[in-house]
């Protein structure tokens, strides 16, 4: 389980986020929503442990993130996507997928190569293994970006707005996988803007708006015509996603 309890986090006077507390279970995919800095790509970065918490605490599998000992340990359960790729440039897309697998895990050069192929092939991109960034579009790039997650065989894959780089076509197919993992079982933890992707594959979602978690609801009551008091500023801003 990925717990956080108190989480606070403020970048000077900011306050980013204000006591989120938050349960992920094995199996879930949690989507993430709200406006612009409401705080959700910084509760992703607080739960891997790259930005450091100013209260609260953050587990996973009940490993504490703000301890280095513990932090290590949690990410080898949990890789992240970011939402500019972050691949390493003057590597092949099989070299950026075996290069935590061979120096984190201790896996052999050619047992992670074997492995970083055939994730490359489940998405589409087999015969782009041995392309550099450079050579490949940016959803072929974000695509890398998954397997290089998937490679270290991570029980939570934590997402971070990624398609928002992405023209729709691109977006596409990069949904499409995502779409395959949730159906497959794979825990994910999602920050969004694809309000009807997150509707198709989430199990729960989490809202928050100005650094607080206003909601924690099941993906259909989320969407239903009845969300109790906090359901004014959700439709509000269903309604301004839909209309961008």
């Not at 910084?42 to 301890?67: P, Y």
């Not at 994910?188 to 650094?211: Q, W």
């Not at 607080?212 to 259909?220: A, I, K, S």
Request: neutral net charge.
């Amino acid at each position: 389980m990925i717990r956080a309890r108190g989480v606070r986090k403020s970048f000077g006077s900011a306050i980013v986020l204000d006591g989120i507390d938050l349960d992920v279970e094995s199996g879930e995919v949690v989507s993430i929503l709200g406006s612009s800095g409401s705080g959700k790509s910084t509760l992703i970065r607080c739960m891997n442990g790259l930005e450091k918490l100013d209260a609260g605490s953050i587990t996973i599998d009940d490993f504490d993130v703000s301890r280095p000992k513990d932090l290590a340990e949690a990410r080898k359960r949990s890789a992240t996507v970011f939402q500019l790729f972050n691949l390493y440039p003057h590597m092949t897309a099989v070299q950026n997928i075996t290069l935590a697998p061979i120096q984190v895990l201790k896996r052999s050069r050619a047992e992670a190569e074997a492995a970083a192929r055939t994730l490359l092939d489940s998405v589409g991109l087999g015969a782009r293994a041995d392309a550099y960034p450079a050579q490949l579009s940016g959803g072929q790039r974000q695509r890398v970006g998954i397997c290089r997650a998937l490679a270290m065989n991570p029980r939570y894959l934590l997402l971070d707005e990624i398609t928002s780089a992405l023209d729709p076509e691109m977006t596409a197919e990069v949904l499409n996988i995502l779409a395959q993992l949730a159906k497959n079982g794979t825990t994910m933890v999602f920050v969004t803007h694809e309000i009807e992707f997150a509707r198709t594959i989430s199990s729960r979602i989490v809202f928050l708006d100005k650094g607080q978690l206003v909601v924690d609801l099941p993906t259909e009551e989320f969407f239903a015509a009845d969300g109790g008091m906090a359901r004014p500023r959700i439709s509000q801003f269903l309604s301004k996603m839909r209309k961008d």
